[in-house]
């Protein structure tokens, strides 16, 4: 199992990596497909669970949102405002034609659309930055270090359970041990990328970044649990051999993306 995880990362990593160093609409296109893949695997996941969100809404939705989101910034309001009305056209005709738990499926439909779409968008907005690249290859780290650490920590020595309902193979060693090494880690890129003349910050500004993504970055891994609990499912989907679907591999990413980005805004550049 461990050599099937490790042999589909270095093939994901394959696409990826040549994805952030090229950008463009390279980086915006494999960006936009595994959102559009993760608003059908939400979309699964709740039909499970016995709702009937509209998956033509939530993938075309998703894409279009990001679309609009990353090219029109100055209509992206008005586009998920219309999305937000379509999908409550879409669930009155449903309810209409006998679906009593119609209003359930809207609020699913428009969650969705918001999460993946709008909060999504953010990890092509952090590529679009000045110095974008370098950006990118800090937050992402900080993610990765944060929960590689909290792994091996949590599953040598975790004994208190984070989260008992949402996740129970997690614990607060793992957990903590991921924050600081995640802070440590991030430090680190950020003295070696300034070093290379990529990023003009300081240790202690990618220490910070670090420290706040590890902490919180924790959540958005959480919050894709609570939707498979509800719908009492294991993995978003198998179409990732060893790794479930693409919206278990991006769950952290998309509070690392919107974080990242606004701290980076807001306070280092």
């Avoid at 952030?20 to 980086?27: A, E, K, S």
């Avoid at 607060?172 to 070696?192: D, P, Q, S």
Wanted: charged content about 10%; overall charge neutral; glycine content about 14%.
């Amino acid at each position: 199992m461990l050599i099937k995880r490790v042999l589909t990362a270095l093939a994901l990593a394959a696409i990826g990596l040549p994805a952030m160093i090229i950008g463009g609409l390279f980086y915006f296109g494999i960006i936009t497909i595994l959102l559009g893949i993760a608003a059908w695997e939400y979309g699964k996941i709740y039909h499970t669970a016995g709702y009937n969100a509209s998956t033509l809404l939530l993938v075309g939705g998703v894409v279009l949102l990001v679309i609009v989101r990353v090219y029109f910034p100055g209509m992206a309001p008005a586009a998920l405002a219309l999305l937000i009305l379509a999908a409550m056209t879409w669930h009155l005709i449903d309810y209409e034609n006998g679906r009593n738990k119609a209003a359930s499926d809207f609020t699913i439909t428009v969650a969705g659309i918001v999460y993946l779409g709008w909060i999504g968008a953010y990890l092509i907005d952090i590529r679009n930055l000045p110095d974008g690249l370098w950006w990118l290859a800090l937050v992402f780290p900080a993610v990765w270090f944060a929960d590689t650490a909290a792994y091996f920590i949590g599953s040598r020595f975790g004994k208190h359970q984070l989260t008992p309902r949402l996740s129970p193979k997690k614990t607060w060693e793992g957990y903590w041990g991921g924050v600081i090494f995640g802070t440590i880690g991030t430090a680190g890129l950020a003295v070696l990328w300034h070093s290379l003349g990529g990023l003009a910050v300081t240790w202690w500004q990618g220490a910070a970044l670090g420290a706040a993504l590890s902490i919180l970055t924790t959540l958005g891994d959480l919050g894709e649990s609570m939707f498979k609990r509800e719908a009492g499912v294991k993995d978003s989907s198998n179409i990732i051999p060893g790794h479930g679907g693409v919206l278990d591999r991006i769950d952290s990413w998309l509070w690392a993306g919107v974080l990242g980005y606004l701290l980076i805004v807001w306070f280092l550049i």
